[in-house]
């Protein structure tokens, strides 16, 4: 067995395993054995008891934490989320919460020199070339994790970690708009067709109206994982969306591919019941929102998709746009994403030139900036043992 230093830490509503990139072996092919043997899979019984991943995508992901290679950074970080239940691991985007830990973390390790106070680290995103301005406090130099801050699906406070994605139209793609549309028609399998809008926001996601396959939106987790004809039809559609956006040439190496794109069904404001027993009048949120992530529903809300989703809502013509409850201008206020945990509120902007942007040019769009607040805490640090390849 070979010993690697790593800390373990929740992020939002995620939680990874975060090495050193200089204590990783130079060799990148070597780390997806690590990775899996850490995280405990593939595990067809979809538990991860032999390692220290949680049985589903949220926690069973890994950070990795280095020198920048850019001048606009401070710090380099790239994602890796590990499958569950199959012998990979996933480097094609980026995830929102563990975003938010990276900042402390590269604080408290000493890899970023900031005085007591608010700090800003700006994290440098490998997998999708963005850079993530992470805001937060400081003292005695290292980052604050008690406070009063809290977010729905964790229990708790803690201090605010604010996350401010720059520029984050065409994270995988190269555009905002990957097909030059704000909306475009895809076919399920038995040729029904099926209204979406692909948009590359932080992360590439595909929008659809959940009443086009028969719900309204407000389901739970649960209630989409008892429907597998659902899950399957959804998964086809993420496929022909992933060929679509250019992101796979195919629809098998699509399937290979379970992280990007998220997929994600849409509907207007309504009441509807949280997974803490929490009742959400319509009144509380612009839209609801459920996310698929590696083809299972998503607890909560990805951030990269929440960003993603608030700036897909500034686009008129898009399916996520035409769900918005409110009427007034939403970039006057945050928009609020009703997700199986709570309420999440994000911060965006998304320019349109012209007064229809039904015709106009991709190349008229533009993702100005999408932030939200997490929190994030240190849970252990210590070695992790993977065996010897």
Avoid at 82 to 103: E, H, K, L, P, R
Wanted: proline share 8%; charged share 20%.
């Amino acid at each position: 067995m070979q010993k690697l230093p790593a800390v373990f830490m929740r992020g939002g509503t995620s939680k990874a395993l975060i090495f050193h990139a200089r204590d990783l072996p130079k060799d990148r092919s070597l780390w997806d054995a690590i990775f899996l043997a850490s995280m405990g899979s593939p595990d067809p019984n979809g538990r991860q008891l032999d390692g220290l991943g949680g049985g589903i995508s949220s926690l069973s992901k890994v950070c990795i934490v280095g020198p920048p290679t850019r001048p606009d950074a401070d710090i380099d970080y790239t994602f890796a989320q590990v499958q569950v239940d199959t012998a990979v691991v996933d480097y094609a985007g980026n995830c929102g919460n563990m975003s938010s830990a990276i900042g402390p973390f590269a604080v408290d390790e000493e890899l970023v020199q900031v005085s007591d106070g608010k700090a800003s680290v700006r994290v440098h995103n490998t997998n999708t070339n963005k850079v993530i301005v992470a805001s937060f406090g400081v003292e005695g130099g290292k980052a604050l994790a008690a406070g009063d801050y809290a977010i729905d699906g964790v229990a708790g406070t803690g201090a605010p970690v604010r996350l401010d994605f720059l520029d984050p139209g065409g994270a995988a793609t190269g555009r905002l708009l990957p097909t030059g549309h704000v909306s475009d028609t895809l076919e399920l399998p038995d040729g029904t067709p099926v209204e979406v809008s692909m948009v590359d926001a932080a992360n590439p996601c595909v929008f659809l109206r959940a009443t086009d396959l028969g719900i309204t939106g407000t389901e739970l987790p649960e209630a989409l994982e008892a429907d597998p004809n659902l899950l399957e039809k959804l998964e086809q559609l993420r496929r022909a969306a992933s060929v679509a956006m250019g992101i796979a040439d195919s629809v098998d190496t699509a399937a290979h591919n379970r992280l990007t794109p998220f997929i994600a069904l849409v509907g207007p404001p309504q009441p509807y019941t949280t997974l803490s027993k929490t009742l959400v009048g319509p009144g509380q949120v612009d839209l609801v929102v459920r996310f698929l992530s590696s083809g299972r529903p998503h607890r909560a809300i990805p951030v990269t998709g929440a960003m993603c989703t608030a700036i897909a809502s500034q686009i008129p013509g898009t399916t996520v746009h035409s769900a918005l409850g409110q009427p007034d201008d939403p970039s006057t206020r945050p928009i609020r994403l009703g997700t199986p945990s709570g309420v999440l509120d994000v911060n965006a902007a998304a320019s349109v030139r012209g007064s229809d942007g039904a015709d106009l040019p991709p190349a008229q769009y533009t993702a100005e900036y999408a932030s939200t607040y997490r929190t994030t805490r240190r849970l252990f640090e210590g070695f992790v043992y993977a065996p010897v390849d």
